[in-house]
């Protein structure tokens, strides 16, 4: 494919997330935990030892326990985590054409579909010449960024004519996705009142991980040092924990279902829980911490639990995702014309 020097760059922003199976069921699940857990970056254990337990064990128990989570919290409209992303892309590429850009978003997933290599064929089928790699992981680990630049670069190996490519690896403490954070706590008090503890869950990994050097826990509590200062909590009104642990190794800690009955059994009455991590709602946060997390909290003495929502497509969300979007794309698109729009984008 020759593209003419002459013309403009068109230029694609891949917005990408982790994945989830096509349906809550046993099969579905399968096929995406194998594909997930075969990754080298997400289990870092030698294949001869990992692969014989995954095939022998995890992937004939696992699924189908997976697959009734899922399908406690399945929308009409599909998988919480892809309904999100997508309308996030979609919302983007409008937020961007209000400002004046041509810039065409679409979102793929680490795995399963949509598949990013297949995702970057679309789009240099389309004549796009020029693609941002946007992550919805606001702050970096080798197990999830990191990982979709892997898969990019097998497409890079793959290819001869390489687009022009430009990474995010992160934007944990960019102040409008702080913002949008605050908002999202501040709707839900004046809604339901304000609790005497800010629960801020991130997704946990192996503390191996961090011994290695991945930066990931330092920029969790950045976020959440952040998150609270806009919010003027003292350190006595939140605390960071960490979820969804996997396997005997020990995790990044505190853990947050431990936390959770913690304080329930030390008289705390009422819990507010916000996934700072995640930018979409998805199993993690509505089965894990919504269905799971709650009853660990009510059952060990607890009276309130209240879960506040991913970002989702909040207008100040997208307003973040744009100004993101405009920082990593100057020079392939000039400034923003106009000032940020509020809701005329939530279709």
């Known amino acids: 494919m020759r593209e003419p020097v002459s013309e403009p760059p068109r230029i694609a922003i891949l917005l990408y997330n982790l994945g989830t199976p096509d349906a809550p069921t046993t ?11 075969s990754d080298p970056r997400i289990v870092e254990l030698p294949r001869l030892l990992w692969l014989p337990i995954l095939y022998g064990f995890v992937l004939l128990t696992r699924p189908a326990q997976s697959a009734k989570k899922y399908a406690s919290i399945w929308m009409k409209e599909g998988s ?28 793929a997933m680490r795995y399963a579909q949509p598949n990013i290599a297949k995702t970057i064929d679309k789009l240099r ?11 919805a992981y606001p702050q970096y680990s080798c197990t999830t960024t990191a990982s979709v630049m892997d898969s990019i670069a097998a497409w890079n190996q793959a290819a001869r004519h390489l687009p022009e490519w430009r990474h995010v690896n992160r934007y944990f403490d960019h102040p409008l996705y702080i913002k949008a954070l605050a908002k999202r706590v501040q709707k839900h008090w004046q809604h339901h009142g304000q609790g005497q503890m800010l629960v801020m869950s991130y997704h946990g990994v192996p503390e191996r991980t961090r011994q290695l050097g991945d930066p990931y826990f330092d920029e969790c509590h950045a ?12 350190q006595q009104q939140y605390v960071v924990t960490f979820q969804s642990r996997f396997g005997r190794a020990k995790w990044l800690q505190p853990y947050t279902a431990a936390t959770l009955e913690q304080l329930a059994q030390k008289g705390q009455q009422r819990v507010d829980v916000i996934c700072p991590g995640f930018v979409s709602d998805c199993i993690e946060t509505l089965e894990e911490i919504n269905i799971e997390g709650r009853e660990i909290f009510l059952h060990a003495g607890g009276k309130e639990f209240h879960y506040i929502p991913c970002l989702n497509d909040s207008p100040a969300w997208i307003d973040a995702l744009g100004a993101i979007s405009l920082q990593h794309l100057a020079g392939w698109v000039g400034a923003p014309q106009k000032t ?5 984008f939530l279709l």
């Open 27 to 37: 099969p579905a699940v399968r096929r995406y935990l194998a594909e997930f857990l």
């Open 223 to 234: 976020t959440s040092r952040l998150l609270a200062a806009q919010l003027g909590l003292s």
């Open 340 to 344: 940020s729009p509020k809701s005329q």
């Open 125 to 135: 089928k389309q004549g796009v010449s020029h693609i941002l790699a946007l992550p």
């Open 80 to 107: 919480p985590l892809e309904v999100w992303t997508q309308r996030q892309a979609k919302l983007l590429q409008g937020w961007l054409g209000h400002h004046g850009h041509q810039v065409k978003v679409v979102h």
